[in-house]
């Protein structure tokens, strides 16, 4: 049975960090590509990060980018999102998700991914 964890949310001043993580197990981790995705109430989905199978490169959304890194340790089967300076508006339920193939151009796409986590919440208060 595949599964995705996330932990590490909470609640947290602006200008502050979390460090999301995302434990699976149930399929070749090595061989996934992992994205981190966001749903703030009222709003689409949008994609935060992705990182290729073998860890390089990593994608960010233009919003996130110089704020959020995402790491992937194959040895534990988990990603990493570490998110600093954080905002108001990065409020959201995060989640990660897992394909065994990704489109390079359409890394941002949620139809990518076929595995799906139950979320965390993060809140930022001003």
């Known amino acids: 049975e595949v599964k995705l964890v996330e932990s590490g949310g909470g609640l947290v001043q602006t200008g502050g960090s979390l460090r999301l993580s995302c434990a699976t197990s149930g399929f070749n981790f090595a061989n996934y590509a992992i994205a981190w995705f966001r749903q703030a109430p009222g709003k689409e989905r949008e994609v935060v990060s992705c990182?290729?199978?073998?860890?390089?490169?990593?994608y960010y959304a233009t919003s996130v980018k110089g704020r959020f890194t995402m790491t992937k340790d194959n040895a534990k089967n988990t990603v990493y999102l570490q998110m600093d300076s954080l905002k108001p508006e990065d409020t959201a339920v995060y989640y990660c998700?897992?394909?065994?193939?990704?489109?390079?151009?359409?890394?941002?796409?949620?139809?990518?991914?076929?595995?799906w986590g139950q979320g965390t919440q993060v809140t930022v208060s001003s």
């Open positions: 998700a897992a394909t065994s193939y990704v489109i390079l151009s359409a890394w941002h796409l949620s139809e990518q991914y076929g595995y």
């Open positions: 990182i290729r199978r073998n860890g390089t490169p990593t």
